[in-house]
């Protein structure tokens, strides 16, 4: 099991930034080591084990300890997650409000809309999308803050708590999920979530045949259901990555949100109203003959990658829940 001394170094080095771990971990083992000589010269008395706990809350707790190594205290989030909500929410906004970017220049070219427009849409799709990120971030960290107070050890690394006791320091443990795992999942969930709440409707000019709409009135009318599903699915993932693992509410959560997005898309298949085929290009006369889409197989190929991925995700969560 891990000492007193790897639980209290790893509750202040995990709030630090990952440069400084190693030398500050080294740093503050050297002091605590130095401490534990002296007192226990001192107080020959006292348990070895005594001694450490007495050195430890001389100390002071974990999240204040880290203040003075940072040089400033911070809030919002807690001192525990700060640094994984940070780094999460630039990483998600730096890839995922481009990526919007993007689609928004590529559905305006397609839609052969005036310059300001697509300049207007560009910078709609980069904003937006930055503050539906930071948004559901903060709020997924927020839950993963709230709901695992007092379960591991968390008042242990109260700033303001004089009376912290080192015996409930949460043990170090590996993470179940990467962090590459992690940002992967949770990338895919914003991406998708800003791609839904865009006002546009995917359209365009394809070969030189306009394109309407690609999906019917009622797909897109139910949409709001697919946004839902998506947003469950990310504040789940958000917990995950915050925690390193999975926990039976995150993954039944996880496996509600995927029902959620996979059963409207099955419905609407089923009754051939998902794909908007009469305004969409299907059939193509070129030199070596007549080239024409097969509309059930390619819907139902749609539906098929549709549900598989979201059945993976579910019961991926589920096995790992199991096995924490």
């Not at 204040?64 to 909500?85: F, K, M, Q, T, V």
């Not at 481009?98 to 904003?127: H, K, R, T, Y």
């Not at 409930?168 to 590996?174: I, S």
Request: charged share 20%; proline share 5%; hydrophobic share 50%.
């Amino acid at each position: 099991m891990a000492s007193l001394t790897d639980r209290y170094v790893h509750a202040v080095t995990e709030q630090l930034p990952a440069a400084q771990r190693a030398d500050i971990a080294r740093e503050l083992r050297g002091t605590i080591e130095d401490t534990l000589t002296a007192r226990a010269a001192v107080e020959p008395e006292l348990s070895p084990l005594e001694v450490e706990r007495r050195t430890l809350i001389q100390l002071g707790p974990p999240a204040r300890l880290a203040d003075s190594y940072r040089g400033e205290g911070r809030a919002l989030i807690g001192p525990r997650y700060y640094p994984a909500w940070k780094r999460t929410l630039t990483t998600v906004i730096s890839v995922v409000s481009p990526l919007v970017a993007v689609v928004m220049l590529v559905l305006g070219i397609l839609g052969e809309e005036p310059l300001a427009d697509i300049i207007g849409g560009v910078l709609s799709g980069l904003v937006g999308s930055a503050l539906q990120i930071a948004f559901w971030v903060t709020l997924g960290f927020a839950i993963a803050e709230r709901t695992q107070s007092g379960s591991d050890g968390l008042e242990a690394l109260d700033t303001h708590d004089d009376d912290w006791d080192p015996d409930d320091l949460p043990v170090p443990q590996a993470r179940q999920v990467t962090w590459g795992d992690a940002f992967f999942t949770l990338l895919a969930n914003a991406f998708l979530l800003a791609v839904l709440l865009l006002p546009w409707r995917i359209g365009g000019s394809i070969a030189g045949q306009e394109v309407g709409q690609v999906f019917t009135d009622t797909a897109y009318s139910l949409r709001w259901v697919l946004v839902v599903s998506v947003a469950v699915s990310l504040l789940a993932g958000i917990i995950v990555l915050a925690r390193g693992q999975w926990s039976w509410s995150t993954a039944i959560v996880n496996a509600a949100g995927n029902l959620l997005f996979a059963a409207p898309i099955v419905c609407l298949a089923s009754r051939e109203d998902l794909i908007a085929w009469d305004t969409f290009p299907t059939r193509w006369v070129t030199d070596s003959g007549v080239i024409e889409v097969n509309r059930p197989a390619t819907m139902w190929a749609v539906v098929a990658v549709v549900v598989v991925i979201c059945l993976w995700d579910a019961i991926d969560g589920l096995w790992k829940a199991a096995r924490r």
